[in-house]
């Protein structure tokens, strides 16, 4: 049972355009996510966390949002650069848990 | 600084080898995982140490052993590996458990 769900394997965006890219979750007592950038043969990056009390948290061209009642997040690149072409990977915690819950991934191109 | 190093990049051992992973921050992090990641695949959770002592141990095969022996540091024993244990070893820590983690580079292990 995936309790963490990024639909979409890939994505190509513009440089210079918004790349979104898509994470649901099923699992209601997940109260902290978090995004991971991985470049291949290399360990993830952390990039931008929020917690399940905010619904929007911003880093510099990355923002987090997260709608709890439709158990979504999506993280907003803007612009996109030719160096965010990695895969992204989403995670939640649950209340109280040690264990990292990943996604599968999407890979994300962005196009010069 | 939010660098975790793990030694060696690439490891190549037979079925009746013994090796060890190393992992080190110096974050002043006390939580410190291992974890298993194959090709195109998120990465799974093998070991969870809190404040040196082993949390979590998600029913991973005895020939895994791992080790901390003290807040910096955490180890990977091998022993009797088999071919499909080939993939990318990760190591990770957070300043307490259930954190954000940070990710080293990982070890490429090739079983033959």
């Known amino acids: 049972d995936q309790q963490v769900k990024q639909n979409s394997p890939s994505l190509s965006v513009q440089e210079g355009r918004i790349s979104i890219l898509n994470c649901d979750y099923t699992?209601?007592?997940?109260?902290?996510f978090l995004w991971y950038k991985k470049y291949p043969a290399e360990g993830p990056t952390f990039l931008i966390s929020?917690?399940?009390?905010?619904d929007k948290n911003e880093d510099g061209r990355f923002t987090v949002f997260l709608n709890k009642s439709a158990k979504h997040l999506s993280l907003h690149i803007v612009p996109s650069q030719p160096g965010d072409s990695a895969v992204y990977f989403c995670?939640?915690?649950?209340?109280?848990?040690?264990?990292?819950?990943f996604g599968k991934g999407t890979k994300l191109s962005v196009i010069p | 600084d939010t660098e975790v190093t793990q030694t060696p990049k690439h490891l190549v051992m037979g079925m009746t080898n013994k090796k060890s992973l190393k992992c080190e921050q110096h974050?002043?992090?006390?939580?410190m995982y291992w974890y298993k990641q194959k090709a195109k695949k998120p990465p799974e959770l093998m070991f969870v140490?809190?404040?040196?002592?082993?949390?979590i141990n998600e029913s991973v095969p005895s020939r895994f052993s791992p080790e901390c022996p003290n807040s910096s540091l955490l180890n990977l024993h091998l022993h009797a590996l088999q071919p499909e244990d080939s993939a990318l070893y990760l190591c990770?820590?957070?300043?307490?458990?259930?954190?954000?983690?940070?990710f080293g580079p990982g070890t490429r292990l090739t079983v033959t």
């Open positions: 995670a939640a915690y649950g209340a109280g848990s040690y264990q990292l819950t």
């Open positions: 974050m002043g992090h006390r939580a």
């Open positions: 929020i917690s399940s009390i905010k």
């Open positions: 990770a820590s957070s300043q307490v458990a259930g954190g954000e983690q940070y």
């Open positions: 699992n209601s007592m997940f109260d902290y």
């Open positions: 140490y809190s404040y040196e002592k082993l949390s």
